[in-house]
């Protein structure tokens, strides 16, 4: 019998933990910026500067990728879903900051 209030309570324990998680919410997911590691195998540390630079580290994780499929325009990055090439640090501040003015 006291096996079953010990079940009992652990699993209290484990729902109020649960709920007390989600009641919170989830953490807000960072939006990916793919950087082609392959046509340009510099523009992942601009990106990454960049990214730091703007203060929106928490926001936007930087990844390298294999080839997205524009080799002929490097560098070459996909962010929410679209493809830029021809990428510069300014371009991609200008993204950026278009991005998440506002926010
Ligand atoms: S190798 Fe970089 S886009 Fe194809």
Redesign the pocket.
């Known amino acids: 019998m006291r096996k079953v209030w010990l079940l009992f309570i652990l699993a209290l324990a484990l729902a109020a933990g649960t709920l007390a998680t989600s009641a919170a919410g989830p953490a807000l997911a960072a939006d990916k910026l793919l950087v082609?590691?392959?046509?340009?195998k510099s523009f992942y540390e601009t990106a990454v500067k960049v990214v730091q630079e703007m203060g929106l580290a928490d926001r936007v994780t930087v990844k390298k990728s294999?080839?997205?499929?524009?080799?002929s325009?490097?560098?070459?990055v996909e962010f929410k879903g679209t493809l830029y090439t021809s990428m510069t640090a300014e371009k991609l501040k200008a993204l950026l900051a278009k991005t998440y003015s506002g926010s």
């Open positions: 082609c590691g392959i046509c340009d294999s080839c997205l499929g524009a080799c325009q490097p560098p070459v």
